[in-house]
């Protein structure tokens, strides 16, 4: 039976999950444009363009593959997907319910930054992540409209093609702390790009905008923001509280059959 409670947390595993979650998020905000003030110009320019670009054009490339999937299983078709080095990215489709389309980017790209927080508590959902991810990544090469699109494919194909290889043949077992890192990064700068986009700044091309415009409802974007916002920031708080669940579960299991890894 689950253990929902959460009774006698937490234990080694669960305070290492916690806290490497907590090392992530202090890693990915030092080091954005939002607390680039905190740091001198030297290290903050640093990280945030040799470091953690390409994680953040990892998540503008989750958010515009959840725009492609909404318009999929919506019948519609997707004619092509452009990352762009400035964070931004364009799904362009035909046909689709539009209303399903337009959240889903910066919800969908929640949405997976949660399941990659979920998998990583486990060896065995490790590894089905990081292969749906090889998939997803080879699948958006060939819908690729932009060569930085194309590169940013190949290059963390090639990246997570060698931290699986050295997770199978060395002692360096890493694979799962990356897919932890894509899903907090993911949850982390959802909540913040629906803050930045359609909050602080009002982008009005926005999709809160777009969706404000074609929603019966009496909200305006920045609304609209905020309702997302939420539901991205909810995403968070349970990939925590189920990840932590999922840790007992997976200890449990371990008791009872000891040989299993």
Not at 1 to 15: G, S
Not at 108 to 124: D, E, P, Q, R, Y
Not at 156 to 162: E, R, W
Request: net charge neutral.
């Amino acid at each position: 039976m689950p253990n929902w409670e959460l009774k006698n947390c937490c234990d080694h595993d669960q305070v290492a999950f916690i806290v490497t979650i907590g090392v992530f998020t202090f890693v990915i905000l030092a080091v954005s444009s939002f607390f680039a003030t905190m740091f001198s110009f030297c290290f903050s320019l640093l990280w945030r363009t040799v470091l953690l670009t390409p994680f953040k054009l990892i998540t503008v490339f989750l958010h515009e593959t959840s725009h492609a999937l909404a318009c999929k299983l919506t019948c519609g078709d997707v004619e092509g997907i452009q990352v762009h080095a400035n964070e931004g990215g364009v799904t362009q489709t035909r046909g689709g319910i539009y209303w399903i389309i337009l959240p889903a980017g910066y919800l969908g790209s929640s949405f997976w930054g949660m399941v990659f927080i979920l998998a990583s508590t486990n060896h065995i959902t490790t590894r089905i992540a990081a292969g749906c991810f090889l998939l997803a990544l080879v699948v958006v090469l060939f819908v690729a409209k932009n060569w930085l699109l194309r590169g940013l494919c190949v290059g963390f194909i090639i990246f997570i093609a060698i931290i699986w290889l050295l997770q199978e043949t060395t002692k360096v077992h890493i694979l799962r702390y990356v897919i932890l890192f894509i899903g907090v990064m993911n949850s982390l700068f959802s909540v913040y790009d629906i803050y930045d986009d359609l909050i602080s700044r009002r982008v009005h091309s926005s999709d809160a905008e777009k969706f404000a415009e074609i929603c019966p409802c009496p909200c305006n974007g920045v609304a609209w923001g905020v309702i997302w916002g939420l539901i991205s920031f909810t995403f968070l708080c349970g990939s925590i509280y189920l990840g932590l669940v999922l840790r007992i579960r997976v200890d449990s299991d371990l008791l009872r059959f000891p040989g299993f890894m």
